[in-house]
């Protein structure tokens, strides 16, 4: 395969707040790759505001993509994000079937909940398509909500510990998923990112902000796209998304940044990449 490595980013364009392809499409670029977009939907912003425009794309998705098949177009990497209907969800599993070959990563950003709660678009079949949908990726990153929809664990609201998020991330695996990351897993003062590949264990600690700000799962896995893409370690990928992301947060919150607009990325992007 070719040196410029070229991924298929599956997910919405949100126009107005940082997250999904606004996310993706520059961390990707940032990092010498070039990021296809099929998009799952049109949205005025993320549906955490009270209000947005939702446009579903489920109905042109497989006509759009007919194309690149029908051009020759391959992807060193495949990465799904949020997914507005169930049939999205077969969409992407036909997808990958369709664009995998022996050199293609494939990385599922399971994005279904927050903070104990399925997003407003979301139901609880489609959370059942998402259990069916990570056996076919390599990498996989569930915030903690996310990790238990698909590990079966309840979600107690309780802060978890690596003990917990090891036993849940070894009951994902069995799925046949070789790696998971477990984002965004809280202690007092500390956010860990928890990583669990291939039977072994990695730990990515830093320090917690005080307010917690939209899209930051997309930065997270943008960013491990971006060195899977270039088939860089997953390892060196979690600690550079763990840092970026402490760092951005916090830069925002001096900047007076709102929760929902996103962690303030853009001035920071030359840093990716090296
Ligand atoms: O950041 C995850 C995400 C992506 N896309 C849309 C969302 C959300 C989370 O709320 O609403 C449209």
Redesign the pocket.
């Given at each position: 395969m070719s040196e410029l490595k070229r991924v298929a980013a599956i997910?919405?364009m949100?126009g107005a707040?940082r997250?999904?392809l606004t996310?993706a499409i520059p961390v990707l670029t940032a990092y010498g790759v070039q990021c296809c977009a099929l998009p799952t939907?049109i949205?005025s912003?993320?549906?955490?505001y009270d209000k947005?425009f939702?446009d579903d794309y489920t109905d042109k998705m497989r006509d759009y993509y007919r194309v690149w098949k029908e051009t020759g177009m391959t992807f060193d990497c495949i990465y799904s994000?949020?997914l507005?209907s169930e049939e999205q969800i077969d969409i992407v599993d036909e997808f990958i079937r369709d664009f995998r070959d022996s050199g293609t990563r494939v990385l599922v950003d399971p994005?279904m909940a927050?903070d104990g709660k399925i997003?407003?678009?979301y139901n609880e079949k489609m959370c059942d398509k998402m259990r069916h949908l990570i056996q076919y990726a390599d990498v996989i990153t569930p915030n903690v909500t996310e990790a238990c929809i698909l590990s079966g664990m309840p979600y107690t609201g309780e802060k978890i510990t690596i003990d917990t998020a090891r036993t849940m991330a070894k009951k994902i695996a069995k799925t046949g998923v070789e790696t998971i990351i477990i984002t965004g897993i809280k202690t007092d003062d500390k956010v860990i990112n928890y990583v669990y590949s291939d039977g072994q264990d990695y730990v990515c600690i830093s320090d917690i902000i005080p307010v917690y700000y939209?899209?930051?799962?997309?930065l997270f896995a943008s960013i491990i796209c971006g060195y899977m893409a270039q088939e860089r370690s997953i390892f060196d990928a979690v600690t550079f998304a763990s840092k970026f992301i402490a760092r951005t947060a916090q830069y925002s919150y001096e900047q007076g940044i709102a929760p929902l607009d996103?962690v303030c990325f853009e001035k920071f992007l030359f840093e990716m990449g090296k």
């Open positions: 997910n919405d949100s707040s997250c999904s996310v939907a949205l912003n993320h549906t955490g947005f939702f994000g949020f507005g994005v927050d997003y407003s678009t939209a899209g930051t799962g997309d996103g």
